[in-house]
């Protein structure tokens, strides 16, 4: 087990609620109606962002923070004019009436005290998937995100495109039956991931302020082969391929049929340690649901290189093909339904069969809302928050099916057990032992929460 860094409150914070002001506006109040965005890691993924608000027509750059220089180089020399910081608490002190809104696009383990510290601040945000890397700290953003009246949303490009609208559509009108299975395998992990050793410390390059990465996470001496990018697989930092990219695949069907929170889970994988997750993995879920064959539907989730062997009305030769290597099928009585993991390309299977009911008229009407910015979420969110309104991806909806995707990783630290789920209540009531994973391991520093939070234990 890596050692961990003495925090401040112990570990009986973990349980505390933070208190937070109602202080946000519900609407951008600016002359030019423009949103002005701060940018929480501004190099890697977070380049993405930056671009999708500069091109946004709602939204304007105001502010940069990133803790790695060498990474935002792009984004600074591209954008040379915008403020920089490498801290997000002096960079929101400091510009705090400059800012409305703040995108959050650093490593999972600090999506949640930066996006709290924000929400305390007033402002509106976006945080990129998955939402957090606990399910109480899920529960927790939704809960300060509501308190304050923010508008917020989760970074999923999919959730923006008409995939999961699709499959709501067919299933009303009856196209699909009943629910029987839903099956979505992936080739991630593309990082290393499974059978790691910690790796020895190396110097801290001078571009890179570690400890401010490192944030709330336990202590560990800084290696090349953790940041910047390799963390995902690492257990105090990501949260593995499901985590990753379960937050895309599974959003189409849990979307499109209303899953809610399963009641049942059950996993197993390939070797893994206190230090990271590993490197194939398999989960089953069930779910009671109306849409469901006798009131319920098998969830079937799949990664590192790991397939199912069959799914009904899929022939062998697609299911062994090397080239369709991230894909979800939904099988109903009726109809199987194909779709790749951002929600594009939704076809009943096999096309043949879609050409024809769209020949024959028999496709039902559109009748659920479309995104404003189909496949850009940032824009998305910044367009809502201008006309002061919650986009479709926000916390309400982000939390409760980051909730669902992180129980895979619990039932991944639990094999081989059928774990039964309490939502009301956050629990697994014939296997209390896994309820400590709904939680952080470790505790939060209390600098890195906002200013004078109120706590009970």
């Not at 395998?185 to 390059?205: A, D, M, Y």
Request: charged content about 25%; aromatic content about 10%.
């Amino acid at each position: 087990m890596i050692k961990r860094r003495e925090f401040l409150k112990g570990a009986a914070a973990l349980s505390s609620l933070m208190i937070l002001p109602s202080c946000a506006t519900s609407k951008v109040k600016r002359a030019n109606s423009k949103l002005q965005v701060a940018i929480v890691g501004a190099g890697g993924r977070g380049r993405a962002a930056v671009d999708s608000i500069a091109a946004s027509s709602d939204a304007r750059l105001v502010a940069f923070c990133d803790v790695d220089d060498a990474r935002a180089a792009d984004t600074y020399k591209k954008y040379p004019d915008i403020p920089r910081f490498r801290d997000y608490r002096v960079m929101l002190d400091k510009m705090d009436k400059d800012i409305d809104a703040v995108a959050v696009c650093t490593p999972d383990h600090m999506h949640y005290p930066i996006c709290a510290w924000a929400i305390a601040k007033g402002k509106h945000v976006y945080c990129e998937k998955p939402l957090t890397r606990t399910v109480w700290e899920a529960r927790e953003l939704q809960r300060l995100a509501d308190e304050a009246g923010v508008f917020t949303q989760m970074g999923n490009q999919g959730h923006t495109n008409d995939g999961w609208r699709l499959i709501r559509e067919w299933s009303d009108a009856g196209l699909l039956g009943e629910i029987e299975d839903i099956y979505c395998w992936t080739n991630r992990p593309i990082w290393p991931q499974g059978g790691l050793k910690v790796p020895p410390g190396e110097p801290v390059p001078a571009t890179l302020d570690y400890n401010l990465w490192l944030g709330v996470a336990p202590y560990q001496p800084y290696n090349k082969a953790i940041l910047p990018f390799t963390w995902r697989g690492l257990r105090n930092y990501g949260t593995g391929a499901a985590g990753d990219m379960a937050c895309h695949f599974l959003d189409v069907p849990y979307s499109g049929l209303e899953l809610g929170y399963p009641t049942k889970v059950k996993a197993n994988s390939t070797p893994f340690s206190d230090y990271d997750w590993p490197k194939a993995a398999s989960a089953e879920m069930e779910f009671a649901n109306k849409r469901g064959k006798g009131g319920k539907i098998r969830l079937h989730w799949f990664d590192g290189g790991r397939r199912p062997k069959e799914v009904k009305r899929v022939d062998e030769a697609f299911l062994t093909d090397k080239r369709n290597d991230n894909c979800t099928f939904i099988v109903g009585t009726k109809q199987t339904v194909y779709t790749n993991e951002y929600g594009q390309g939704t076809t009943i299977y096999p096309r043949n069969i879609m050409r024809d009911l769209a020949k024959g008229g028999k496709l039902p009407a559109k009748t659920i809302a479309r995104s404003t910015k189909p496949g850009n979420p940032h824009q998305e969110w910044a367009k809502a928050c201008v006309e002061g309104k919650n986009p479709m991806g926000n916390f309400n909806y982000a939390a409760p099916f980051t909730e669902m995707v992180l129980l895979n990783m619990v039932a991944v630290l639990n094999p081989n057990k059928e774990l039964e789920y309490d939502p009301i209540n956050m629990k697994f009531p014939k296997n209390p032992e896994a309820d400590k994973y709904l939680r952080s391991l470790y505790a939060y520093k209390e600098e890195f929460l906002p200013s004078k939070p109120s706590w009970w234990w």
